[in-house]
């Protein structure tokens, strides 16, 4: 083990030390992965019912542990109650779908050319290397676990510094259901991760573009198969008949909910037309979202992760300023102990500024006009990113003539851009992502192989 060391401390709370552990070194990653292995061969000798009954007593420890989980969860990442709530809660639909995935067809039967039969079959991989960011520390890993278990796959989960205390949580809740060693938690920073993709059979990360790209180039260069999925640069288009106050109240809560820091935030707003109505209802819905302390009941808004988080925000919107950006409203740091900023809005900026072409992961969105649906939808695909796209109004032409148009992964019409259901395909287009969705049936095939079998009689 080496002797660099990561530490979880509170966002809200800078001295409030989570977690600490000692960062994993390539030998000692090798050390895990080598029982994983282990465990891997008696887990795939597991029938599905076991399978599906580990999973199932993973959700109902979950279940039981509620309030632990969301309490952690506020503490070490400073979620607001109301989401870290909806976070477990979905932890626990995540285990109990994917504890029914075990009875799944693990392949199919195709009409035989010569001899019986033709069939296919969809077999783990073994070793799944996962790699996850710290904005949903129960919710990622275990969409990613979850389904690489239930296909028989040993896992090995290398977390966020950030969020190392909510990944011990899990690793106690899943290890007592499942082989020794079958599900490990590997502490550390890059030299860990690298170390993970090194040992893996297959490989899921979540996390930034550049991180997702070293990482899919380390996998595909050792050919195994990878997922990345990365950020959004997320644009809502706002067309003149939507209604202003409920799309206002929609927007602002897609882009400052948790402080922003969600792949799937809208980070631009593109209003078609000159819309006062909807850019002062806008205005006045995001200045209601006062950062506040993560714990108390109602509060949407509470720090961002760390000092550096909340000084790229003010960075950000300097820098917007400078190029002739006018702030609507925040655009300062919030006095108190902890990283809190205001939800900021800044108008009048070009398509061209790093404000819309790059993500901020913070409580940070850019307002600007389009003079038609067409010139929006240009804007709109004008970013190297492709994940989400919402898009608001009542004209079914237009609404379904700008869903067509747009080139993200996901798109949400009078929804907000953040919040997918957990059991439908998941991922972007362009830079947001790499490789096969996650989430749903489509998580299935990934974490599993699949072999083509054919059987004929001996003779006769
Ligand atoms: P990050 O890229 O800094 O880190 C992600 C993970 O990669 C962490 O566990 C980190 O320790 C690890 N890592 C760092 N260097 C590595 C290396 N060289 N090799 C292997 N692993 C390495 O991201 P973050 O700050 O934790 O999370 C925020 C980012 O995640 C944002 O860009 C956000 O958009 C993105 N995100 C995307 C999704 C999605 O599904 N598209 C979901 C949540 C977050």
Known sequence: MSTSHVTSTSPQAPNDVIAEAGALDPRAVAGLAARAREAQREWRATGAAGRCAALAGAARDLRDRRQEAVELIIREVGKPRGEAMGEVDRGIAILEYYAQAAFASTGDLLPASLGWLLYTERRPHGLAGLITPWNFPIAIPLWKSAPALVCGNAVLLKPSPDAL??????????ARHVPDGLFAVAPGEAETGEAVVAES??????????????????????????QAEMGGQNAAIVLPDADPERTAAMIAGAAMGYAGQKCTATRRVIVVGENDAFVDALIERTGALAPGDPYA??????????????????EAVRRAEAGGGRTLTGGAAVDRDGWFVQPTLVDRVDPSDPIMQEETFGPLAAVCRAESLDAAIQIANGVRFGLVTSIHGRDLDQLLRAAAAVDTGMVKVNGPTAGVDFYAPFGGEKASSFGPREQGTAALGFYTSTHTISLAPHAG
Do not use: Y
């Open 165 to 174: 205390g909510t990944a011990q949580f899990l690793e106690g809740l899943i």
């Open 201 to 226: 059979d297959v490989v899921s990360f979540t996390g930034s573009v550049a991180v997702g790209a070293h990482v899919t180039a380390q996998a595909t260069g050792r050919g195994v198969p990878v």
């Open 297 to 314: 009941d109602g509060v949407a808004v509470g720090p961002v992760i760390s000092q550096a988080a909340r000084d790229r925000v003010l």
